[in-house]
């Protein structure tokens, strides 16, 4: 599904089926930890201790460091976005809970996304109850949800206007560009999400193109062959 925000003009194939996020979910998930700063539930400067039974394979580097290392939680988002860090994305949901996740995405009208548990199992929240999203793994949306999140996020209001700018500038860092963003001209900015699974591709951002900024959310899964390359 894709949406240029300026001229209000969309398109969609199958944009209300339900997918598998992969990593995608992590901006969701993001955006309950800005709810729960606002609200002073915890703080970004809220320490975190990574211990040898939370680090978590995959995408990421705190795997890397040595255990007991102290970050706090500002760090844990950002490296969640920006290198879509899997242990930071189990350590966050540790902080904030997935069930808070996706009560605040009710909140929004974006029933159709849930942060269902942490990478590699266990926090698993009570949407993960349900067999049919069980098997969705880490998290399911639709295309549409998800642009309609990007969406309103540019437009100022999740959280507050101040926090949907950090949101997005934090996406903007982000540091997978091998999907919507892998031929865009520097000129040509981004802000995006991307998932993976061995048999799925997702990326999710707006395009802030002299057309107009089009966000935008495109997932593949049943890929007949499991090939990590662009």
Do not use: C, H
């Amino acid at each position: 599904y894709a949406k240029n925000l300026d001229t209000g003009k969309d398109f969609g194939i199958r944009s209300d089926e339900q997918v598998r996020t992969a990593s995608t979910i992590k901006l969701p998930i993001m955006t309950e930890v800005f709810r729960q700063v606002a609200q002073g539930k915890v703080s970004w400067d809220d320490e975190i201790i990574l211990t040898k039974e939370k680090k978590q394979g995959g995408s990421g580097i705190l795997f890397e460091l040595s255990d007991n290392t102290k970050i706090d939680l500002r760090t844990a988002v950002n490296l969640m976005i920006v290198v879509s860090d899997n242990t930071a994305t189990n350590l966050v949901l540790d902080k904030i809970g997935a069930d808070n996740v996706n009560n605040f995405l009710d909140t929004l009208g974006l029933n159709q996304t849930r942060s269902l548990r942490k990478i590699g199992g266990g926090g698993d929240s009570k949407a993960n109850s349900d067999p049919r999203l069980r098997l969705f793994g880490i998290g399911v949306s639709s295309p549409r949800n998800m642009v309609k999140l990007l969406e309103m996020l540019e437009n100022g209001q999740i959280v507050s206007k101040e926090a949907s700018t950090e949101m997005l500038n934090i996406l903007k860092r982000q540091q997978y560009k091998d999907g919507i963003g892998r031929n865009l001209p520097d000129t040509v900015p981004s802000a995006s999400k991307s998932g993976a699974l061995d048999r799925l591709r997702s990326d999710v951002g707006i395009i802030y193109t002299r057309r107009g900024r089009i966000a935008m959310a495109i997932t593949v899964d049943d890929m007949p062959e499991v090939q990590y390359v662009p």
